[in-house]
Structure formats: C-alpha cells, structure tokens
T-cell receptor
C-alpha cells in the first residue's frame, strides 16, 4: 500500500514568516494530494489539493507544489497569521476510495 | 447542503453498553467512510462504503459494526468496547476518485 511521510512534526514560525511542510509518498500510482487543516477539537478541513497533472497550485497565501518524479509534495503558507496555528495533514490517493494520511505537522505561529 | 452531520457529538458509554453513531450527507457523494482519530495523530481508516456496499474493512474488531442503510446514511454500531477505543470518530464522504473528503465534526467517544 501507499506510505506517506510528513516533516516536520512540529513547526514554529514568527507571524509574517513563511511555513513549509513536506510530504513524500511511495506509490507512483497516487494522483491526488489534498492537504487538511485541523484546529484543536475540530474536524479536518480541506484547504488545498493538487492533482498529478499539475505541478503547482496557489490559493491566496497557500500554495502546494508537486514533484512526481521525486514523489514529494509540499505545502507553503506565506505571511503566516496566528489563526494558521493548527495541525496540518497531507494525504495521497490513487483515485480509489482510500486516502493515506501523513503523520501531521503541528504549526504554531508566534505573534 | 455541503455538510456531513454526525450525531451525537459526545458519547460516554460503559464497556457493556450498546450504542450507535450516526452520519448523514446530502451531497450525493457515493463513498462514505469511518475514521478513528486519537489525539495528535492522523485519522485511521476503519471502513469504506462505496455505493452503499462495504468495500474496505481495515481489520477492525467485530465490536465495531458498520451499516449503510441508504446512500445518505452511515451508522457505526458499538458493542462491548474497551477503554482504548476512546477516541474521536470521524465520518467522511467523497465523490471518489480525485476529490477530497468532507469530514463531519466527529463524535468524541469515551469508554468507561
């Protein structure tokens, strides 16, 4: 099956700085890569996703990049704000019904 | 309606009790999921229903019994649980393929 690794497990940044979270996957058949944000006590929420036919996608302060050759994808958050503090999970899917989640990154944005 | 609704939000049950968790979506999604999540850990897949049929069971103990009465509803029947089963139980739905999940807000289960 698929194996998704995520780094770092914790990340602290000053408000206004950028944050980068990286994931690698093992199954070359995976073709869909969503990112979820989970605030304490709340549900995971999809914040951005990328499909394998695209190398980069941006939505305001959030961007995701995908390198299919190297089997890794990254989340970039620019101009971080305290409300960006949360746990972020990457995931990979091979167009089946199953998602494989990374182990999560706890992001703290220091005001 | 773009929500996945889960009830109850909180549940405390004894090890001899029988209870059920409920999940409902009206987005026409063809796949529905049960996940278990422990604190600071990623969601762990338990069951997948596709077109109302169980397609994946991730070797979940039989004390957890899923049911999909129709395309909008998903239940998880609980019986003789252990304290280590205490967790956040998340329901999700998806159109399948390369589409993201929509998660419900979860049921916080405590087994005493």
């Amino acid at each position: 099956g698929e194996n998704v690794e995520q780094h770092p497990s914790t990340l602290s940044v000053q408000e206004g700085d950028s944050a980068v979270i990286k994931c690698t996957y093992s199954d070359s058949a995976s073709n869909y890569f969503p990112w979820y944000k989970q605030e304490l006590g709340k549900r995971p929420q999809l914040i951005i996703d990328i499909r394998s036919n695209v190398g980069e996608k941006k939505d305001q302060r959030i961007a995701v990049t995908l390198n299919k050759t190297a089997k890794h994808f990254s989340l970039h958050i620019t101009e971080t704000q305290p409300e960006d503090s949360a746990v972020y999970f990457c995931a990979a899917s091979n167009a089946g019904n199953q998602f494989y989640f990374g182990t999560g990154t706890s992001l703290t944005v220091i005001p | 309606d773009t929500e996945v609704t889960q009830t109850p939000k909180h549940l405390v049950m004894g090890m001899t009790n029988k209870k059920s968790l409920k999940c409902e979506q009206h987005m026409g999604h063809r796949a529905m999921y049960w996940y278990k999540q422990k604190a600071k850990k990623p969601p762990e897949l338990m069951f997948v229903y596709s077109y109302e049929k169980l397609s994946i069971n991730e070797s979940v103990p039989s004390r957890f019994s899923p049911e999909c009465p129709n395309s909008s509803l998903l239940n998880l029947h609980l019986h003789a649980l252990q304290p280590e089963d205490s967790a956040l139980y998340l329901c999700a739905s998806s159109q399948g393929g390369d589409n993201g999940y929509t998660f419900g807000s979860g049921t916080r289960l405590t087994v005493v």
